[in-house]
């Protein structure tokens, strides 16, 4: 995968350089089933819940693993766990002349966007291994992600700023 931008004039923020992928792997997968096999005689309507984190790891020459983590629980009707799906879909990528902050949105936008489409399969193939109807993640927006958790950041880190002004004269009661 590569992203060029030549135009000097681009807009700010925008990703230039290159960004190939090496390779693409299942990391760690595990599913557990611990209502089987009772679960199987009930009306399925699941209650679903996602939980989706990326996380990356520099290695040497413009190397970088990027790791997409998942847990999935279903839940049954009555409240007990259907079953939990956990998978790790990582990618080998390479990256040449992008550094800094845009390196960062790069990471956390471009690279889980390549990653997803393996995790779902992943998470798919898993759950329909355990005796269950298809799952079809739905479309994950990482760019929408990854402008959020910079806000977090941001807000954090003020408030960190604001705390840090603050004599320890004001705070004593």
Not at 46 to 73: C, K, W, Y
Not at 96 to 101: D, K, N, P
């Amino acid at each position: 995968m590569s992203e060029q931008n030549s135009d000097p004039g681009a807009a700010a923020g925008s990703i230039t350089g290159q960004i190939r992928l090496e390779r693409i792997y299942l990391k760690d997968a595990s599913f557990e089933s611990p209502g089987t096999p009772e679960v199987f005689g009930e009306e399925w309507k699941p209650e679903l819940n996602v939980d989706i984190a990326a996380r990356t790891n520099s290695g040497p020459n413009g190397l970088f693993e990027v790791v997409l983590s998942t847990t999935v629980r279903a839940k049954r009707t009555n409240g007990k766990t259907a079953y939990i799906v956990e998978t790790q879909q990582a990618g080998l990528f390479h990256v040449q002349g992008i550094v800094g902050e845009v390196l960062q949105r790069a990471l956390g936008t471009v690279c889980p966007t390549t990653l997803f489409p393996y995790l779902r399969e992943s998470v798919d193939a898993l759950v329909v291994r355990g005796g269950f109807p298809p799952l079809h993640l739905a479309p994950v927006n990482f760019e929408a992600l990854y402008r959020q958790a910079v806000a977090q950041q941001k807000t954090h880190a003020e408030a960190g700023e604001q705390t840090k002004s603050v004599s320890p004269d004001a705070v004593k009661h």
